[in-house]
């Protein structure tokens, strides 16, 4: 199984990107698949998940970018993206993207609940 994260860069506050996170060996379709996380001297945290078709509770966003922040599915490409919208300086962090193997009835936040991981790609927004 490979995850390959890709779309950061350096944009100024108020910019946007999109991250791609293309899967091999699984179906995105049928997982739960996060986004991370990491800024430096801090720990992994949850950005966004989208649950896998039909199992209800669509996507989970972290309060912190409810709002400005999409994430989405597209399975034909086997290609979960996140689009991020009037990024501010502390979303600057290294973004992973999270496969589970397993589904679990509650919201599946922490890193552990995941266990395919992209490479990370960075983001760097300045104000």
């Known amino acids: 199984v490979q995850l390959q994260a890709s779309g950061g860069g350096s944009v100024q506050a108020g910019g946007s990107l999109r991250l791609s996170c293309a899967a091999s060996?699984?179906?995105?379709?049928?997982?739960?698949v996060a986004w991370f996380r990491q800024a430096p001297g801090k720990g992994r945290e949850i950005v966004t998940n989208i649950r896998r078709s039909g199992s209800g509770s669509g996507t989970y966003y972290a309060d912190s970018v409810k709002g400005r922040f999409t994430i989405s599915r597209d399975s034909a490409k086997n290609t979960v993206y996140l689009q991020m919208n009037s990024l501010k300086f502390e979303d600057t962090a290294v973004y992973y993207c999270g496969l589970a193997e397993r589904h679990l009835a509650r919201l599946m936040l922490g890193a552990d609940d995941y266990d395919y991981w992209g490479q990370g790609t960075q983001v760097t927004v300045s104000s």
């Open positions: 060996g699984r179906t995105v379709s049928r997982h739960t």
